[in-house]
Nanobody, 126 residues
Framework: QVQLVESGGGLVQAGDSLRLACAASGRTFSSNAMGWFRRAPGKDREFVAAISWNGGIKYYADSVKGRFTISRDNAGNTVYLQMNSLALEDTAVYYC???????????????????WGQGTQVTVSS
């Protein structure tokens, strides 16, 4: 069974940091691009960050550039999202996803991802 499980969400104050993790099981995604997306209350799910299979290429949404960092540990089959300087507008359910194919460049498009986690809640208060 292929499964992605996000963890690390919680309630924090504006300016604080969180580190999200996405652990994969059932198969290895060490050769697949991975992405993070989020859905804020009342909004559609949007792109946050993506990383290539070897970590050489990283994409970020403009709204998180300079604050968020995506990384991965292929040996542990895990992708991370370090979130610094969190703001109220970062409040959302955060999802990780795996590219449907191996060794492709990462994508900002949700349609390019085959496997999705259930999400972890991040709530930022003032």
């Amino acid at each position: 069974q292929v499964q992605l499980v996000e963890s690390g969400g919680g309630l924090v104050q504006a300016g604080d940091s969180l580190r999200l993790a996405c652990a994969a099981s059932g198969r290895t995604f060490s050769s697949n691009a991975m992405g993070w997306f989020r859905r804020a209350p009342g909004k559609d799910r949007e792109f946050v960050a993506a990383i290539s299979w070897n970590g050489g290429i990283k994409y970020y949404a403009d709204s998180v550039k300079g604050r968020f960092t995506i990384s991965r540990d292929n040996a542990g089959n895990t992708v991370y999202l370090q979130m610094n300087s969190l703001a109220l507008e970062d409040t959302a359910v955060y999802y990780c996803a795996a590219d449907r194919s191996s060794r492709r460049n990462p994508s900002r498009l949700q349609s390019e991802y085959e496997y999705w986690g259930q999400g972890t809640q991040v709530t930022v208060s003032s």
